[in-house]
């Protein structure tokens, strides 16, 4: 990711499996792990949700690269 630059991540956490157990778990967002991964790169984290009362299988994430 370029300096200046934004990421936009959207997929399903381990919530998913409770309605579609046959799914294959190692495509599926632990707990917290892509906030983590993003943070861990040194991103600037913009927005973050992880399952909301409409949608408690959806793990979303903006993040920015700092810099020139």
């Known amino acids: 990711l370029r ?13 998913f499996l409770a309605v579609r157990p ?5 495509f599926l967002w632990q707990p ?3 906030l983590d991964l993003a ?7 913009v927005h973050y949700a992880d399952g909301t009362p ?4 959806s793990v979303h994430l903006i ?3 700092t810099g020139t």
């Open 3 to 15: 300096p200046g630059g934004l990421l936009f991540q959207a997929g399903r956490n381990r919530s």
């Open 22 to 26: 046959e799914f294959d778990a190692a």
């Open 32 to 34: 917290g792990e892509l």
């Open 39 to 45: 943070t861990g790169l040194g991103l600037e984290v």
């Open 54 to 57: 409409d949608d408690p299988y």
């Open 63 to 65: 993040a920015h690269r």
